[in-house]
């Protein structure tokens, strides 16, 4: 991960008020889950999509790119800022055979901010992480990193259970469910 690229779309972010947190291989990093990024992946509440998209062209290139399958995200933008690959994510969307599962972002009292040489990182909770790669193709290995993470620091049962509450697949249904369970054991 570039850090002079998250430190300055932090900056630009945090000082426009933007709905933002720090997801993806990044997030893993800062958990101490991986070695070494692959880019930077944001979220950003629905309400505030277009704004950071203004903000960010400012900082770097932007390239349009269309969601490949199963991705049928709202608000998909792609950049390079600083030499760095950063796609932001407003309203995320993966198709599977049950449905659309969706995730509309937002910050709440529960988010974990980490320092950055002294600006504030919002990172989105591991559980949505959890949920979202046990939806993506190939990235199972990251959801077993993050449940092993879970079952030693604690679950937000808030976050599993929203994920519950949309169309899931029987298997993922099924993984996020016995993570809850192993959590209460």
């Known amino acids: 991960m570039k850090k002079d690229a998250l430190l300055r779309i932090a900056e630009v972010l ?3 008020a933007v709905d933002w947190g720090l997801g993806g291989s990044s997030m893993l990093w800062f ?3 991986i070695d070494c990024p692959n880019d930077i992946d944001l979220l950003v509440a629905e309400h505030d999509a277009l704004r950071t998209h203004e903000l960010l062209s400012r900082l770097g290139t932007y390239e349009e790119l ?3 399958e199963p991705f049928c995200t709202k608000y998909f933008t ?5 030499g760095t690959e950063v796609d932001v994510m407003g309203l995320l969307g993966i198709r599977h055979a049950e ?3 969706r995730l509309d972002w937002r910050r709440d009292a529960d988010t974990r901010v980490e320092p950055l040489e002294g600006v504030f990182v919002p ?3 591991l559980e949505d992480w959890f949920v979202l790669y046990l939806l993506m193709p190939g990235r199972g290995g990251k959801a077993d990193l993050i449940e092993a993470c879970l079952k030693r620091q604690g679950i937000r049962r808030d976050r599993l259970e ?4 949309q169309p899931l697949p029987a298997e993922v249904r099924a993984r996020v ?3 809850m369970t192993e959590a209460e054991g």
């Open 14 to 16: 945090n000082s426009n």
């Open 31 to 33: 958990h101490g889950l």
């Open 66 to 68: 269309q969601p490949k």
């Open 78 to 82: 792609h950049y390079t800022i600083f």
């Open 99 to 101: 449905g659309v599962y």
């Open 123 to 125: 990172l989105t909770p």
């Open 162 to 165: 929203a994920a519950l509450r």
């Open 177 to 179: 469910l016995a993570a």
